[in-house]
């Protein structure tokens, strides 16, 4: 099986298409890995959301996380990313308000865009409001793999 590194811009095609990824945070030494709906703006930041739960809890004490995206077509064919960025909270206010339009305009081109982050807690526990943020990407590395000759 051949191994390579992925370009810059090949990388950039990847999160283009990507969907879902698993975000990883950590607070106190501990790390949580998460999977997420997310959506690329094409230059320099992921979009996604949540209700306030576990992982916005640390990503606020702790702002450094890491993405992870793949792209499986079988274990000798795959593509996966690694992403690591900062995460920022997009409130609603004047000053946000564009970028959260921006963040919108993009989940909204995935269908179901709003699930998982919107689904219900089994627990009982009542939602809150979701939480709309991005996560502005300070690196991106990628390898795919393929076979090298047929079996």
């Given at each position: 099986m051949l191994i390579l590194e992925l370009s810059h811009a090949e990388c950039v095609e990847v999160l283009s298409r990507a969907t879902i990824g698993r975000l990883a945070c950590a607070r106190d030494g501990q790390p949580y890995v998460v999977p997420i709906t997310l959506s690329f703006d094409g230059t320099a930041s992921?979009?996604?959301?949540?209700?306030?739960?576990?992982?916005?809890?640390?990503?606020?004490?702790?702002?450094?996380?890491?993405?992870?995206?793949?792209?499986?077509?079988?274990?000798?064919?795959?593509?996966?990313?690694?992403?690591?960025?900062?995460?920022?909270?997009?409130?609603?206010?004047?000053?946000?308000?564009?970028?959260?339009?921006?963040?919108?305009?993009?989940?909204?081109?995935?269908?179901?865009?709003?699930?998982?982050?919107?689904?219900?807690v089994g627990t009982g526990r009542r939602q809150t409001a979701p939480v709309v943020y991005r996560i502005r990407i300070a690196t991106v590395t990628g390898r795919r793999a393929a076979r090298s000759s047929p079996p």
């Open positions: 992921l979009y996604s959301f949540s209700t306030v739960g576990r992982k916005v809890e640390w990503m606020r004490d702790n702002p450094k996380v890491c993405v992870e995206v793949d792209d499986i077509a079988d274990r000798f064919h795959w593509t996966s990313l690694v992403v690591i960025g900062t995460y920022e909270e997009l409130r609603d206010s004047p000053e946000d308000r564009d970028e959260l339009r921006r963040a919108f305009e993009l989940l909204q081109q995935h269908s179901l865009w709003w699930l998982p982050g919107a689904g219900t």
